[in-house]
């Protein structure tokens, strides 16, 4: 029905940069947020950053100032540029979605399958 595909995750060394794309596609009416959740392993997931489709944006406190999240309301795609990588960001990263699917009054939430953020020298 709907399906969220990220992209450009992978092996970084501390310091360096990564940028994470993540395409929504399906039975979509419209879109109002997108963004990115975390999971490292034995800990909770949580939330990275956040955006509406007003441009509203939110983020955790531990990424402020080195991650930076968008979106091109045309591709239905939001983007996560992270700097300053650090090990502790080393997780599984989800794309989500919350959005309207043709023929439904209420919105939904949608999770990609995840991509894979190591931060290691």
């Known amino acids: 029905q709907v399906q969220l595909l990220e992209s450009g995750g992978g092996l970084v060394q501390p310091g360096g940069s990564l940028r994470l794309s993540c395409v929504a596609s399906g039975n979509i009416f419209s879109i109002y947020a997108m963004g990115w959740y975390r999971q490292a392993p034995g800990k909770q997931r949580e939330l990275v950053a956040r955006?509406?489709?007003?441009?509203?944006?939110n983020y955790a406190d531990a990424v402020k100032a080195r991650f930076t999240v968008s979106r091109d309301n045309f591709k239905n795609t939001v983007y996560l540029q992270m700097r300053s990588l650090k090990p502790e960001d080393t997780a599984i990263y989800y794309c989500?979605?919350?959005?309207?699917?043709?023929?439904?009054?209420?919105?939904?939430?949608?999770w990609g399958q995840g991509t894979q953020v190591t931060v290691s020298s």
């Open positions: 989500t979605s919350n959005l309207y699917v043709h023929g439904s009054p209420d919105p939904s939430d949608f």
């Open positions: 955006i509406t489709s007003d441009g509203t944006t």
